[in-house]
C-alpha cells in the first residue's frame, strides 16, 4: 500500500478520534477526568481535525506528483473527505441548530455529485473537479476550523467588552455562509456541466 493511501486510511481513523472528542455522550466515570471536560474535548477535537485536514491535502498532492495515483484512492478518498466534513458538521450541529441547514445543503450537494459521478463512471465519462468546487472545500475547512477555534476560547475573555469568543464564531459564520454559497453555485455548475448525462433524449 502506498502512502497515499495509508494517509487516506489514517484520515478514516481521524475521524473516529474527532467524532469521539467532538461529539456529546454520557458522562460515565470512566469520562469523568479533567481531560474529558468540554473545553479540553474542544481542543483534542480541533487538533485532530486539523491535522486531517492536513493528511487530506496531502495524500492528493503526493499521490499526483509520484503518480502514485490508484483505484483504491479514488474510491476512497471522496468518501474520507465526506465523513471528515459531515462529523465536524454533525458536531456543530450540537453548538446551535443553525448549522442544520448548513449541513443539510452542504450534505445535499455532495449527495448529488457523488450520484453525477457514479453514472458519468458507468458511461466513461470524468467530470473534473471545477475551481468553485475547490474553493467551496477551502472555505468549507477554514470555517470549520474557526467554529471549533470558538469551542476553545475562554467565554470570559474581552477586549473593551468585546468578547473574543463571540468574535470567533461570527467570523466563522461568515466564513461557513461563503462555504455554503459556493457550495450551491458549484453544485449548480457541476449539474449543468453534467447536463448531457442527465438528458432523457442522451440513448446508452
Known sequence: MNLPNKLTISRLVLVLVFAFFAFPFPEYKIFSGAFFTGQYRAFVALIVYIVASITDALDGHIARKNNLVTNFGKFLDPIADKLLVTSALLALMTISDVYLWATLIILAREFIVSAIRMMSASKGVVIPAGMLGKLKMIFQTIAIITLL???????????????????VYILGNIILFIAVILTIVSGIQYVYNSRHLLSTKNND
Open 149 to 167: 477555534v470558538g469551542g476553545i476560547v475562554p467565554v470570559k475573555w474581552n477586549i473593551s467588552g468585546v468578547y473574543l469568543v463571540d468574535v
